[in-house]
């Protein structure tokens, strides 16, 4: 079955930096564009980053931009969330994501296999 496992996350101050890593297994991962999500208590859970099959293309959500950056190793299985100059407001939940289809999607609908999430801290 499809497993994602995602690590690194921890508590960091503001300014500071995080590398989370999204190992996947149990599915043609060079097949699939991946995803990056977020969920902050209270709140919806929320696109952060996309990466295509390729690495070629990514999508950033604009409050990210500039900062994370998406990348992937297919020769790993893995998918990495370069997180840097981190802010309080970055804290949550952070989840990797496979869609339903070889597309793009900011949408938590349009995602079907999810990592049990890792837990970013950021304080000021």
Same mark, same amino acid.
């Given at each position: 079955?499809?497993?994602?496992?995602?690590?690194? &996350?921890?508590?960091? @101050? /503001?300014? %500071?930096?995080? !590398?989370?890593?999204? $190992? =996947?297994?149990?599915?043609?991962?060079? +097949?699939?564009?991946? &995803?990056?999500?977020? @969920? /902050?208590? %209270?709140?919806? !859970?929320?696109?952060? $980053? =996309?990466?295509?099959?390729?690495?070629? +293309?990514?999508?950033?959500?604009?409050?990210?931009?500039?900062?994370?950056?998406?990348?992937?190793?297919? $020769?790993?299985?893995?998918?990495?969330?370069?997180?840097?100059?981190?802010?309080?407001?970055?804290?949550?939940?952070?989840?990797?994501?496979?869609?339903?289809?070889?597309?793009?999607?900011?949408?938590?609908?349009?995602?079907?296999?999810?990592?049990?999430?890792?837990?970013?801290?950021?304080?000021?």
């Amino acid at each position: 079955q499809v497993q994602l496992v995602e690590s690194g &996350g921890g508590l960091v @101050q /503001a300014g %500071g930096s995080l !590398r989370l890593s999204c $190992a =996947a297994s149990g599915l043609t991962f060079s +097949s699939y564009y991946m &995803g990056w999500f977020r @969920q /902050a208590p %209270g709140k919806e !859970r929320e696109f952060v $980053a =996309a990466i295509s099959w390729s690495g070629v +293309s990514t999508y950033l959500a604009d409050s990210v931009k500039g900062r994370f950056t998406i990348s992937r190793d297919n $020769a790993k299985n893995t998918v990495y969330l370069q997180m840097n100059s981190l802010k309080p407001e970055d804290t949550a939940v952070y989840y990797c994501a496979a869609p339903r289809g070889p597309y793009y999607s900011g949408s938590t609908a349009e995602y079907r296999y999810w990592g049990q999430g890792t837990q970013v801290t950021v304080s000021s």
